[in-house]
Nanobody
Framework: QVQLVESGGGLVQAGGSLRLSCAAS????????MGWFRQAPGKEREFVAA????????AYADSVKGRFTISRDSTKNTVYLQMNSLKPDDTAVYYC?????????????????WGQGTQVTVSS
């Protein structure tokens, strides 16, 4: 089982930026792709972005495309989510996930391990 620890969440004004980090440890040799999901109050968890460790495949939700950038540092077993032009609708708990699919999945079932989440709050 891969252990995932997210960091970087916080409170920011609309239009601002945050960078989330997700450090992976444990069974990282089985991890092929990493994803970010988010869950707003009263809503289901939704896909945000994903990348495979090789870095050649990246996917974004339409709602964040052009504003968020996912990247990874294989030497540090860390995945980042740079979030720019934040909106109040981006307010949610953001979760990091690790999976074994070569093609980064957009569904929760594509991932085996999950972090505890980090809160992102965007004020208007």
């Amino acid at each position: 089982q891969v252990q995932l620890v997210e960091s970087g969440g916080g409170l920011v004004q609309a239009g601002g930026s945050l960078r989330l980090s997700c450090a992976a440890s444990g069974g990282t040799f089985t991890t092929v792709s990493m994803g970010w999901f988010r869950q707003a109050p009263g809503k289901e968890r939704e896909f945000v972005a994903a990348v495979n460790w090789a870095g050649g495949l990246i996917a974004y939700a339409d709602s964040v495309k052009g504003r968020f950038t996912i990247s990874r540092d294989s030497t540090k077993n860390t995945v980042y989510l740079q979030m720019n032009s934040l909106k109040p609708d981006d307010t949610a708990v953001y979760y990091c996930a690790a999976g074994r699919q070569v093609v980064p999945g957009r569904t929760e079932s594509s991932y085996d391990s999950w972090g505890q989440g980090t809160q992102v709050t965007v004020s208007s």
